[in-house]
């Protein structure tokens, strides 16, 4: 009996049964990317577990990871997470990833305020100036857009508690505003009308 079990494991020895991932990670783009943690999670045997973490010039290395399928995740603070479509890896053998896994810097959220400029009879106008700046307390944002062929214009600003006036003008109109907040990120709607001089 004890021959057997030294058979076994000198059979398994000879055999081995996990292997390495090796692979790469940067920005998009640009540098490459040190601290990234990484998981190794069986696609089938979510048991199966590891982590690991990339190093100053990007590099990772899963050492003696059971041979099977993988999905790999990818997660750094100021990057949106990337995750792979599934990933073999082949027991006794070192496993590259080919090329170098990119992750975007995360965008910061947004809210958006759209609209259209009309007429006081009630017709879009197009090519009128609409102007937007911050009102409130804060960092200053302004920017202009020029009205499309249906008056519709947008523009997307910083997410947070804010109050923004809207500006619109038209050679021959009087000029109209009106005051819009926000809370967060939201998307909020806006009609200008434009009464004739």
């Known amino acids: 009996m004890n021959m057997l079990v030294v058979l076994l494991t000198l059979v398994l020895a000879l055999f081995p049964q996990a292997g390495i991932i090796k692979g790469k990670v940067k920005e998009r783009g640009g540098k490459n990317l040190d601290a990234v943690r990484i998981v190794a999670v069986g696609a089938t045997d979510e048991t199966k577990k590891l982590e690991t973490t990339s190093n100053q010039n990007g590099e990772f290395e899963f050492k003696d990871i059971p041979a099977g399928d993988y999905l790999l995740t990818f997660e ?3 990057y949106e997470t990337f995750k792979s479509q ?3 890896v082949t ?7 080919r090329g170098a896994v ?3 810097k995360e965008r910061p959220p947004y809210a958006i305020i759209r609209g259209a400029v009309f007429s006081s009879e009630g017709f ?3 090519n009128a100036l609409v102007r937007i700046e911050k009102i409130t307390e804060g960092k200053k944002f ?3 857009a020029v009205s499309g062929d249906g ?3 947008a523009f997307r600003i910083p997410a947070g508690k804010a109050t923004y006036r809207l500006t619109a003008t038209s050679k021959g109109f009087q000029t109209a505003s009106k005051d819009v907040e926000i809370e967060n990120d939201d998307v909020r709607q806006v009609s200008l009308p434009l009464v004739k001089n």
């Open 151 to 153: 008056g519709e214009f």
């Open 86 to 88: 599934k990933f073999s």
């Open 124 to 126: 879009t106008m197009r």
């Open 142 to 144: 302004r920017s202009e």
């Open 76 to 78: 750094k603070q100021g």
């Open 102 to 104: 990119e992750l975007s």
């Open 91 to 97: 027991a006794g053998e070192t496993n590259r990833i």
